[in-house]
């Protein structure tokens, strides 16, 4: 009798259990990963309008406290874009009195989980993070 080719039941089951564990193993760092690409988005556009407002005060001799002053359709602005909405730029007076301005990156939609949480850049080139868990501001600066 001739014996037949093809796969086992066991071998199949095998065969799906460690493609779960590779799964299961992978997918929580490339998160990681998709996060830290997009703090980049924040970061950069945190520096865009810090440079904006630099722009702004060497024509008008006085810092922008909203976006739209510095030519941002509006206050809050998406980045990087209104499809792949990851964070809201806004702009404000610092309220601590440190400095003129604070730019800030809230996460919004699938970033709103992310370690870091809310991106601050003032007026005097201070980087900081609130609402973070975890995560020091240098850390999250530097993962960009």
């Not at 493609?19 to 193993?25: D, N, S, T, Y």
């Not at 922008?64 to 359709?73: H, I, K, P, R, V």
């Not at 874009?81 to 990156?105: R, V």
């Not at 501001?137 to 993962?143: E, F, I, L, M, N």
Request: aromatic share 10%.
């Amino acid at each position: 009798m001739k014996r037949q080719a093809g796969f086992t039941l066991i071998g199949v089951i095998i065969a799906i259990a460690i493609v779960a564990i590779l799964a299961g193993i992978s997918y929580p760092i490339y998160l990681r990963y998709v996060n830290n690409s997009r703090r980049t988005s924040a970061i950069t556009a945190l520096q865009r309008a810090a440079a904006a407002e630099e722009k702004h005060y060497a024509a008008y001799n006085a810092y922008a406290t909203s976006l739209t002053t510095l030519s941002y359709s509006t206050n809050t602005v998406a980045i990087p874009s209104s499809t792949q909405h990851w964070y809201d730029l806004s702009a404000s007076k610092d309220t601590s009195g440190g400095s003129p301005y604070k730019l800030t990156a809230k996460p919004v939609g699938a970033q709103a989980t992310d370690k870091c949480g809310t991106f601050i850049l003032t007026g005097t080139g201070a980087k900081k993070v609130s609402n973070s868990t975890g995560m020091s501001a240098t850390k999250c600066w530097s993962s960009g």
